[in-house]
């Protein structure tokens, strides 16, 4: 077998590895989509933040935000890996933003008004949507993020896949 050829048969057993742990993310948690690699971390910072801020999951459809406080207040989440901006459309009360490292695990980079977000985020027109530097918005934290910030994530009930 050629070198190219190896590579691409490699790369086809990883995207068959991802591909069986989305359909194993459904079983689990079957009210995510759990489709596409970007929705699969989108899916996961809102699995995390609904869990770690005991929120309620937003029904589907809901327009410009993913979660329910207990109060009411809509909350829009989204997740990071490595991206130096965050992009988003529509409005809520609240903006959580989460970053997800190699490992799975995660850090609060956001959770705060949203209005203060959106004052300081530019529009890409192109893209329909506001963009804001990582930078800028840890610098938003310090001024107007909650104080109270989960620490870890709760424990979660797995349940085993049929054999």
Request: proline fraction near 5%; hydrophobic fraction near 45%.
């Amino acid at each position: 077998m050629e070198p190219v050829e190896e590579k691409i048969e490699a790369i086809q057993h990883v995207l068959a590895s991802i591909f069986a742990a989305q359909r194993t993310l459904k079983v689990l948690a079957p009210e995510f989509k759990w489709a596409g690699l970007g929705n699969l971390l989108g899916d996961f910072g809102e699995l995390v933040a609904i869990q770690a801020y005991k929120l309620k999951k937003a029904s589907a459809g809901a327009n410009g935000f993913d979660a329910v406080c207990e109060d009411g207040r809509k909350v829009q989440i989204k997740t990071n890996y490595a991206a130096s901006q965050v992009g988003f459309r529509g409005n809520a009360d609240i903006l959580l933003v989460l970053n997800v490292t190699n490992d799975g695990n995660w850090t609060e980079m956001y959770f705060g008004p949203f209005a203060p977000v959106l004052a300081a985020s530019r529009r890409s027109e192109r893209d329909n949507k506001n963009m804001i530097a990582i930078t800028k918005l840890q610098e938003l934290q310090k001024v107007h993020g909650f104080k109270l910030q989960p620490k870890s994530l709760p424990e979660l009930e797995v349940t085993p896949l049929p054999v």
